[in-house]
């Protein structure tokens, strides 16, 4: 395997993008949904209207463009060939940075951030809260290497960003993360204490604490009930990639309708836009995400996480004994993310919170949804540690 880091450019076939036209206008639609709601899942009409956007009207080069301005790269780790974008900061004081998002985010989730942490200046900020931004693709996503044998858990994955952090001569660096980043980044900070200045999570994987059930706070009650409702109408979608994710690879990689259905429900799901998506998220946005799974035919192999360390995480939520991380932790809880941890909760697992913030707009997708929020939050957490 190749360790040289060498630079990277997408490039689609055109005949990748007629082949997804095509495919998009042969596409066999279901009758539509028995109810007047989302319910059912996303309903006919309106995955009719997104769909011929795309085949129509959607500009794939133009995202190609605008991506390609980022400056991305190609290196080989632990045997994988790994994708990241690294944009160093004009800043000489500027912190390493790496941050990680999940499923079903991509580089598209951190576009908005990257030049605002990279050179603040620019941007009307600080310098003194300059970072240089290192945004690698899960292994199984995007341009990243699809593993052809078991084993790339979170915490391999958290080895691998160690050692790219390592290789671009950070000795000293800060990790952020959601969704699965949540479970990378908590991972980076045990396994490499030495070299990690803090870690910013958005939101802290924190289970309830049993002890608490006498004495729950408002928000804790909320969260509980929302933790029971996610169970029992929200986690379909984990369930299947859990267990069966090849099975359900053969329609995310074949049909893209079907892709860019299971992709929108949980976009919708998990933002805070009130019932209307595309208040927050552009329609443009949702399918140069949706792109990035279906170009590169990532929908058994970006699934297959879940396979690898679902359990792992949900044992988390359920152990009575708590692995604890103890490098200096932030902690950002926009108010539609799921779950939403108390400070108390939190404090089980990450044992040197030194920042709390709950914020009154944004969901899941922070960093798509609310790009000026999520840049102030990881600099003020980070000035806290540099």
């Given amino acids: 395997m190749d360790e040289s880091i060498r ?10 993008l007629d082949d997804l036209r095509q495919r998009l206008a042969l596409t066999r639609w279901p009758e539509r949904e ?14 009719r ?24 790269f190609r290196t080989g780790i632990d045997g994988l060939g790994v994708h990241f974008v690294h944009v160093r900061s004009p800043h000489p004081d500027a912190l390493p940075l790496i941050l990680t998002n999940g499923w079903p985010g991509s580089m598209v989730e951190y576009e908005k951030t990257i030049g605002p942490l990279a050179d603040p200046t620019r941007y009307g900020g600080d310098a003194a809260d300059a970072f240089h931004v290192v945004c690698p693709t899960l292994p199984g996503y995007g341009f990243s290497d699809k593993p052809t044998r078991p084993g790339w858990t979170v915490h391999r994955i958290a080895d691998a960003w160690t050692r790219l952090m390592s290789r671009l001569g950070y000795r000293r660096y800060g990790a952020q993360g959601s969704d699965w980043g949540d479970s990378v980044t908590t991972s980076i900070g045990q396994r490499d204490p030495g070299h990690v200045a803090g870690i910013h999570l958005t939101p802290p994987i924190a289970a309830p604490d049993p002890a608490t059930f006498d004495d729950l706070t408002d928000t804790e009650r909320d969260s509980l009930a929302a933790l029971e409702h996610s169970r029992e109408w929200e986690s379909g979608y984990s369930a299947e990639q859990a267990t069966k994710p090849q099975t359900l690879g053969y329609a995310l990689v074949d049909s893209p309708v079907g892709l860019c259905a299971w992709i929108l429900e949980k976009y919708r799901s998990w ?18 995400t949706v792109m990035l799974y279906w170009l590169p035919a990532t929908g058994a192999s970006a699934a297959r996480l879940y396979w690898e360390s679902f359990r792992q995480v949900a044992e988390w939520f359920t152990s009575s004994t708590v692995d604890t991380v103890g ?44 790009p000026e929020a999520y840049v102030e939050e990881v600099r003020a957490f980070f000035r806290l540690v540099r």
């Fill in 7 to 16: 630079p990277f450019r997408i490039d689609v076939p055109e005949a990748d």
């Fill in 271 to 288: 933002t805070d836009c009130d019932g209307d998506l595309e208040s927050v998220v552009s329609r443009d946005e949702l399918l140069d």
């Fill in 34 to 47: 028995t109810v007047d709601d989302w319910s059912q899942g996303v309903p006919l009409s309106y995955l």
């Fill in 49 to 72: 209207d997104v769909c011929g956007y795309w085949a129509r009207s959607y500009d794939w080069r133009a995202t190609e463009r605008r991506l390609n301005r980022l400056p991305q």
């Fill in 327 to 370: 490098v200096p932790t932030g902690c950002s809880i926009f108010p539609k993310e799921l779950p939403r941890p108390s400070r108390r909760w939190a404090e089980r697992r990450y044992t040197d919170v030194r920042y709390w913030r709950e914020l009154d707009r944004g969901g899941h997708f922070a960093a798509l949804e609310q």
